[in-house]
C-alpha cells in the first residue's frame, strides 16, 4: 500500500531542505547512534531516514548497503505520518505491507520499529528505525531507549542546521566586510579627487588675480 502524504507535506519538504543534509557524507556522529539503536533493541539493520519528496535517503545505515529506496515502498514514510513510535510486528500480516517488495524480496522485511524525527515546529523529517527479518515485539526498556535516541538524532540535526546558518552568516559578513572596505576606498580616492580639483581651481583663482 502506498504510503499516504502527510497534510503538511509542500511545507514539510520546504523544512526539511533547509537542514541541506540531504547526499552529505556520513558522519560520525549519527553513525554512533545508529549502531547504539541496533545494538540496543537487538536489530540486524537500523537506519536515520529521510523521506524526501520521492525517496527515502539514509543518513546513516547500518545493515544494509542501499543509500535509499522509493518511498512508495518505504515503511519510513507511514512512520512519519504517526506522533510516537510506529510499529509492526509482523509486515506478512499487515495489509499495508505484506506485497511490499522489501517484504516479499531483500531484505525481507518483517519487523519494523521506527520514531518520527520532527523539527522543533514539529514537521516530521524522517525517522530512527530498527529492521528485523524476524517477527517480534520490543522490550518496554528498547522502546524507551529508541525514543531517547531519536531525540538525540533530532538534537544533532538542529545542531548541524545551526552550524551551517552560522557558517553562511560569517561568509555575509565577510561578503559585508569586504564591500564597506571597498566602499571605503572609492570614498578615499573621491575624496582625494575632489580635493585635488579643487586645490588646482584655487590655484587658477589666485593666478588669474
Given at each position: 500500500?502506498?504510503?499516504?502524504?502527510?497534510?503538511?507535506?509542500?511545507?514539510?519538504?520546504?523544512?526539511?531542505?533547509?537542514?541541506?543534509?540531504?547526499?552529505?557524507?556520513?558522519?560520525?556522529?549519527?553513525?554512533?547512534?545508529?549502531?547504539?539503536?541496533?545494538?540496543?533493541?537487538?536489530?540486524?539493520?537500523?537506519?536515520?531516514?529521510?523521506?524526501?519528496?520521492?525517496?527515502?535517503?539514509?543518513?546513516?545505515?547500518?545493515?544494509?548497503?542501499?543509500?535509499?529506496?522509493?518511498?512508495?515502498?518505504?515503511?519510513?514514510?507511514?512512520?512519519?505520518?504517526?506522533?510516537?513510535?510506529?510499529?509492526?510486528?509482523?509486515?506478512?500480516?499487515?495489509?499495508?505491507?505484506?506485497?511490499?517488495?522489501?517484504?516479499?524480496?531483500?531484505?525481507?522485511?518483517?519487523?519494523?520499529?521506527?520514531?518520527?524525527l520532527k523539527s522543533p515546529d514539529g514537521f516530521a523529517l524522517g525517522t530512527l528505525c530498527v529492521v528485523d527479518k524476524k517477527p517480534r515485539k520490543l522490550r518496554n526498556e528498547q522502546?524507551?531507549?529508541?525514543?531517547?535516541?531519536?531525540?538525540?538524532?533530532?538534537?544533532?540535526?538542529?545542531?548541524?542546521?545551526?552550524?551551517?546558518?552560522?557558517?553562511?552568516?560569517?561568509?555575509?559578513?565577510?561578503?559585508?566586510?569586504?564591500?564597506?572596505?571597498?566602499?571605503?576606498?572609492?570614498?578615499?580616492?573621491?575624496?582625494?579627487?575632489?580635493?585635488?580639483?579643487?586645490?588646482?581651481?584655487?590655484?587658477?583663482?589666485?593666478?588669474?588675480?
Open positions: 500500500m502506498k504510503p499516504p502524504l502527510p497534510k503538511n507535506e509542500a511545507k514539510r519538504l520546504s523544512v526539511l531542505w533547509q537542514y541541506d543534509v540531504l547526499d552529505t557524507v556520513p558522519e560520525e556522529v549519527f553513525d554512533d547512534l545508529t549502531e547504539l539503536a541496533a545494538h540496543i533493541c537487538e536489530a540486524p539493520i537500523a537506519l536515520i531516514s529521510l523521506v524526501d519528496e520521492n525517496r527515502q535517503w539514509f543518513k546513516s545505515r547500518v545493515g544494509i548497503s542501499a543509500k535509499e529506496t522509493s518511498r512508495d515502498i518505504s515503511f519510513c514514510a507511514h512512520a512519519i505520518l504517526q506522533n510516537g513510535l510506529f510499529v509492526i510486528s509482523d509486515a506478512t500480516k499487515d495489509p499495508r505491507f505484506r506485497d511490499n517488495p522489501s517484504v516479499t524480496g531483500a531484505p525481507k522485511i518483517r519487523f519494523y520499529a521506527g520514531v518520527p522502546k524507551r531507549a529508541l525514543l531517547v535516541l531519536a531525540r538525540h538524532v533530532e538534537t544533532q540535526l538542529e545542531l548541524r542546521r545551526h552550524a551551517k546558518e552560522l557558517a553562511e552568516a560569517r561568509k555575509h559578513g565577510d561578503r559585508q566586510r569586504a564591500e564597506l572596505a571597498r566602499a571605503q576606498v572609492e570614498i578615499v580616492k573621491l575624496r582625494q579627487q575632489i580635493a585635488g580639483t579643487s586645490a588646482k581651481k584655487t590655484t587658477r583663482r589666485k593666478s588669474g588675480q
